[in-house]
């Protein structure tokens, strides 16, 4: 089992859709999750980071985290052209040295 | 400033030249990390410095040779790569080391350095 799972995509939805990412992760002991955007050719950019149970919004973009679940999702309301990219779930493990692991991304396609 | 510079941005070399990759960042942030990213993958930690210290190598062989001269500066010396080394090495920042706070735990990526290794 990997440690940040993501399913790889690619993902398509029409302009002024909602997309929606998901990422399960392994150690339960996780205690930050980010999710990065990453441009072709580009080098990763955060988008938001959540650590506590619940949603965090951030204009377009909602990030939900379910602790018991090991899971956690982003939402991108009014899907853009401009949005496709590929995102990358990340999380800091609370062991091991607190190292971030990154997902495998998730591509995504805005249609216009 | 809030921006993390790599050099070069495209390296070629040959599997008996020593080289070097130079990442420096002004943001006060005191944890600089390499990642090795290739094609449609996730980046890959290599090295964390913490406080100017090695603090996590991911079992790196030691043809990539890490160093962090002050708080600002991190470097990446190469020797004897290999053709499978070929990849974006991406330097990211943040403002603390592992262990400590979300929020402290931001990477900030520079644009990374295409290395291909002949």
């Known amino acids: 089992q990997k440690e940040v799972e993501q399913n790889s995509g690619p993902l398509s939805v029409p302009e002024g859709a909602i997309a929606s990412l998901n990422c399960t992760y392994s150690d339960r002991g996780s205690q930050s999750f980010f999710w990065y955007r990453q441009y072709s050719g580009k080098s990763p950019e955060l988008i938001m980071f959540?650590?506590?149970?619940g949603d965090k919004e951030d204009g377009r973009f909602t990030a939900q985290l379910n602790k018991a679940s090991q899971y956690v999702s982003l939402l991108i309301r009014d899907s853009q052209p401009s949005d496709s990219a590929t995102y990358l779930c990340a999380v800091r493990r609370n062991t091991g040295g607190f190292k971030t692991i990154f997902g495998a991304g998730t591509r995504l396609f805005v249609k216009a | 400033d809030t921006e993390v510079t790599q050099t070069p941005k495209h390296l070629v070399m040959g599997m008996t030249n020593k080289k070097s990759l130079k990442c420096e960042q002004h943001?006060?942030?005191?944890?600089m990390y390499w990642y090795k990213q290739k094609a449609k993958k996730p980046p890959e930690l290599m090295f964390v410095y913490s406080y100017e210290k090695l603090s996590i190598n991911e079992s790196v062989p030691s043809r990539f040779s890490p160093e962090c001269p002050n708080s600002s500066l991190l470097n990446l010396h190469l020797h004897a790569l290999q053709p499978e080394d070929s990849a974006l090495y991406l330097c990211a920042s943040s403002q603390r080391g592992p262990g400590q706070g979300a929020g402290a735990n931001v990477l900030t990526f520079g644009a990374g350095s295409r290395l291909t290794v002949l």
């Open positions: 943001m006060g942030h005191r944890a």
């Open positions: 959540i650590y506590s149970n």
